[in-house]
């Protein structure tokens, strides 16, 4: 018994050896782990300030923001007209669609803005104060961030004024385009009175068509009410062109003569 308990002793050193081994290991594995993350993180921050030095800040690092796409409504150049121009192909395509030609210049969505000249007119602005002179307020949408909305877009037909017009010629143009691509050709005194002196159904479409339209005074950078004084490239005529479709679809042509108009109101009597 005792010969067996000699030869047992020298195992416990070596245990105690390998334990005291082990924990080194542990040890030494712990501290490199944590400066494995901490070069990791150095990285990082280099690497943000490296994209700040060479940009605005980016989003990514900002948990919780709210990214928006903000993009810039375009501008359309009345003075790319008289070239060959991106602006020129795309206002022929805009009035081909239509089916207009040259009783506009421009055609323009809501949410765009045009330059005559120097100046540059916001369609958004125009509509506000349109809105503003009938006693009216254009309504912005906003989401929970405050933005505004999109709302649906409408199109409007821009003529820049030339000396020698004058507004009643230039709804007339606007009306014989619009019948044209109906097949039906208006005459050049279709808008005169009858040989009775009344109006004609065309002459009472015209006058109603006043109240339906914005002259913007490009100077002033203003709607005005007077639509009589018009000069030549310091004003434009806007035409909503949906709701100019939308009343002339609603009138038989078969039957315009019928038409009567009282000032503000224009209809087809029943009998």
């Known amino acids: 018994m005792g010969s067996y308990k000699q030869k047992q002793r020298p195992m416990m050193p070596i245990i105690a050896l390998a334990v005291v081994i082990a924990s080194v290991l542990i040890v030494v594995w712990i501290v490199m782990d944590r400066q494995s993350g901490n070069n990791e993180r150095t990285q990082g921050e280099d690497s943000e300030v490296t994209q700040d030095k060479s940009g605005p800040p980016k989003t990514d690092f900002l948990p919780g923001a709210v990214v928006k796409q903000i993009s810039k409504p375009a501008v359309i150049d009345y003075n790319e007209l008289a070239k060959k121009s991106i602006t020129k192909d795309l206002m022929e395509y805009r009035k081909k ?88 050709r208006l005459g050049e005194t279709a808008d005169e009175p009858k040989s009775s002196g009344m109006s004609s159904g065309v002459g009472r479409i015209l006058k109603f068509s006043e109240a339906m339209v914005i002259i913007y005074n490009l100077k002033e950078k203003k709607v005005t009410a007077d639509i009589n004084i018009i000069e030549p490239l310091s004003k434009v005529v806007i035409y909503n062109m949906d709701e100019i479709f939308a009343l002339l679809e609603q009138i038989d042509f078969n039957n315009v003569d019928r038409l009567r108009f009282d000032g503000s109101n224009i209809w087809i009597p029943v009998h």
């Open 97 to 184: 669609d239509l089916g207009v030609n040259d009783s506009v210049d421009l055609i323009v969505k809501s949410n765009e803005s045009f330059t005559v000249g120097g100046n540059t007119v916001s369609m958004e602005n125009v509509i506000e104060q349109a809105f503003a002179g009938k006693g009216r307020v254009f309504e912005k949408e906003l989401d929970e961030s405050g933005a505004q909305k999109p709302r649906g877009l409408t199109t409007y037909g821009v003529y820049v004024v030339q000396s020698g017009d004058n507004i009643w010629n230039i709804h007339f143009r606007m009306l014989k385009d619009y019948y044209a691509r109906k097949g039906i």
